[in-house]
């Protein structure tokens, strides 16, 4: 039954990881299935939670390192964006607001610059739906 117990936290941990992203959850349940692996073998509940412990320090000292570095240096979503080319597709005025299509997408665009319609614009930035552009080169 303990066994069970054990598996039953670390499923709920590892599922509660993508409400608090970090591997912190993933470490803690590190922790329950070293304690499942001891209930698998009738060790007592002393053990057990020596085990769980063990397995925690073990998450938060090895596995969340690794799965930190692994999630790191990877652009997601918009953030791999910048620095990208677009192409004005709507003039945008000094300090005011234009088109761009930017990865097959038609994007709000602000610059600090006036950039004519046809000109190519670098990705600088992103706030929300709306790309901070410069013209390029």
């Known amino acids: 039954m303990a066994f069970w117990i054990w598996i039953i936290a670390a499923l709920l941990l590892l599922a509660l990881e993508v409400a608090a992203p970090g591997f912190i959850m993933c470490s803690l349940a590190v922790g329950c299935i070293a304690a499942a692996a001891g209930a698998a073998f009738s060790l007592p509940l002393i053990w057990q939670v020596v085990l769980c412990a063990l397995g925690m320090v073990l ?27 677009a192409e004005v597709v709507e003039a945008i005025p000094a300090g005011g607001k234009g088109y761009v299509m930017a990865d097959g997408v038609r994007w709000l ?27 390029g080169k």
Do not use: W
């Open 109 to 135: 665009a602000t610059s600090g610059q006036a950039i004519q319609a046809g000109r190519k614009a670098i990705i600088k930035g992103i706030d929300g739906t709306t790309l901070a552009v410069e013209e």
């Open 59 to 85: 998450g938060f000292s090895v596995v969340r390192p690794l799965l930190q570095r692994k999630k790191d240096g990877r652009a997601t979503n918009a953030e791999r964006m910048i620095g990208m080319p």
